[in-house]
T-cell receptor
Framework: GQNIDQPTEMTATEGAIVQINCTYQ??????LFWYQQHAGEAPTFLSY????GLEEKGRFSSFLSRSKGYSYLLLKELQMKDSASYLC??????????FGAGTRLTVKP | GAGVSQSPSNKVTEKGKDVELRCDPI?????LYWYRQSLGQGLEFLIY????????KSGLPSDRFSAERTGGSVSTLTIQRTQQEDSAVYLC?????????????FGPGTRLTVL
């Protein structure tokens, strides 16, 4: 089976930096995804990591350490519109993708 | 181009009734996934279709759940004899292929409420 763990809630200030952690235990590994989901909307893709290291994409970066079963999503220069849930998901060697319960981020002025 | 669409957006039904949920994937996408998301829970994988291959049904929670994909495009998720615990948002996603690195594009979901 697979466990995907991430904090339930986080709060940060507009303009600041926030790091959302995700740890996973899987029988296999074929990549880790981060999705953003605003309330009442569908998840949208943010990043994909399959090799160790940092992937940077604008204000968002994602890091992966396969040996530690660990990833984080880094959001810089936070904006109010970044308030959303952030979902960590791991693709096993099969077809399914296992999602964490999500981290609800609240950005305050 | 158009994204993934799902219908209906909301469905309220009585316990014991059957329901059908529809998903129209992005044109040209060969892989299609169904998930459900209960309040405060992560997305739960249900079923996966890839081209003309036999679907991966490993995530279906019971034999009351079934899904079809006709002509490699539109998919229908059917829940028979609905129970209150089936209440959730049912999300459909498609990707260009079933390769792990392919981004999944999600539809807006169908919110199912079983009374």
């Amino acid at each position: 089976g697979q466990n995907i763990d991430q904090p339930t809630e986080m709060t940060a200030t507009e303009g600041a930096i926030v790091q959302i952690n995700c740890t996973y235990q899987t029988s296999g590994f074929n990549g880790l995804f981060w999705y953003q989901q605003h309330a009442g909307e569908a998840p949208t893709f943010l990043s994909y990591n399959v090799l160790d290291g940092l992937e940077e994409k604008g204000r968002f970066s994602s890091f992966l350490s396969r040996s530690k079963g660990y990833s984080y999503l880094l959001l810089k220069e936070l904006q109010m519109k970044d308030s959303a849930s952030y979902l960590c998901a791991v693709r096993d060697v099969g077809n399914d993708m296992r999602f964490g319960a999500g981290t609800r981020l609240t950005v305050k002025p | 181009g158009a994204g993934v669409s799902q219908s209906p957006s909301n469905k309220v039904t009585e316990k014991g009734k059957d329901v059908e949920l529809r998903c129209d994937p992005i044109s040209g996408h060969t892989a299609l996934y169904w998930y459900r998301q209960s309040l405060g829970q992560g997305l739960e994988f249900l079923i996966y279709f890839q081209g003309n291959s036999a679907p991966d049904k490993s995530g279906l929670p019971s034999d009351r759940f079934s899904a079809e994909r006709t002509g490699g495009s539109v998919s229908t998720l059917t829940i028979q004899r609905t129970q209150q615990e089936d209440s959730a948002v049912y999300l459909c996603a498609s990707s260009l292929t079933g390769a792990a690195y392919n981004e999944q594009f999600f539809g807006p979901g169908t919110r199912l409420t079983v009374l």
